[in-house]
């Protein structure tokens, strides 16, 4: 069911969502010849007809346990891979439930892989001074590469979590490729964001029996198609709820100090605050917001 209120926001979401589980596609930093739609078929749908609400039911699948529910099938192609797409992405209401975030406060989140180490420290300080938290979900890969110091974003108040080594799809691999996808290199910590948001009962119980949890988000920005800083920017203000988790990525627009610090200001201008640093983040502590 959707709020009154809720209602605008949540037919753009769903518009949003048809292409939404490639959000996590593009792991490499974006560059001159890489494939992106034109900005028209870009742009998002706030006024998108109220015929595309959700699906109310979802649709079982026999051959497999059932999957995170809640959102239209079948699925159009995948966007960049030109792969099927099977995997649903929860509603705003189930995503809510992997978010270890209890308050009204927003949580951004930036998948995968920054374009270096010096923008990832410059940013990494320059939230820090704007007293934001951040949460990265970093591939174990660009760890290695030495694209992200994960003990520098913990010490200046960011949680770094795992989002894999290199970015298969959990449901398409065996337990013992996912227990290795989550061992080291792999960031170790209590949360982990499966590459593609793709999960579903098995999955999620793998990853529970290693002793972390599940984080997927509430709103995807579609950073990845290679939207302009300030139209994500823009999106954030406009659609990101209380409590929320957004998607976005370390190698696209979004993350640098600027476009963080105006969706504060927007944000705040909504009545809407973002995660707050309250110390060093840690591992495995608690999340706090
Ligand atoms: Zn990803």
């Given amino acids: 069911m959707l709020l009154p209120q809720a209602t605008s926001r949540a037919t753009a979401l769903v518009a949003s969502l048809l292409l939404a589980l490639t959000a996590c596609a593009q792991v490499q930093p974006s560059s001159p010849t890489a494939p992106l739609t034109s900005p028209s078929a870009t742009e998002p749908e706030p006024s998108a007809s109220p015929d595309q609400s959700p699906s109310p039911e979802p649709v079982p699948t026999p051959s497999s346990v059932p999957l995170v529910t809640g959102l239209p099938t079948p699925w159009p192609s995948d966007y960049v891979t030109g792969k099927p ?100 290199p792999s960031v170790q910590g209590a949360w982990v964001r499966p590459p593609y948001g793709a999960t579903n009962k098995h999955v999620q119980q793998v990853i529970e029996l290693m002793g972390m949890q599940i984080w997927l988000w509430d709103f995807d920005t579609e950073d990845w198609r290679g939207k302009p800083q300030d139209q994500v920017v823009q999106e954030v203000v406009q659609y990101a709820q209380a409590g929320e988790t957004v998607l976005m990525h370390m190698q696209w627009h979004a993350f640098n100090v600027q476009a963080i610090a105006e969706m504060k200001k927007g944000l705040e201008a909504r009545g809407l605050e973002l995660c707050r640093i309250d110390g060093p983040a840690t591992a495995d502590g608690p999340f706090t917001c």
């Fill in 85 to 184: 797409i099977e995997q649903r992405l929860p509603g705003p209401e189930e995503g809510r439930t992997h978010s270890p975030n209890t308050t009204d406060r927003i949580v951004l989140t930036f998948d995968d892989c920054p374009r270096s180490l010096d923008e990832f420290k410059e940013t990494v300080t320059g939230v820090e001074a704007l007293g934001v938290r951040v949460v990265l979900f970093a591939l174990g890969n660009c760890v290695q590469q030495g694209k992200i110091n994960v003990d520098f974003a913990r010490q200046h108040g960011m949680f770094v979590y795992s989002h894999s080594v290199n970015h298969p799809q959990f449901t398409k691999i065996s337990d013992a490729a996912i227990r290795k996808q989550l061992s080291p």
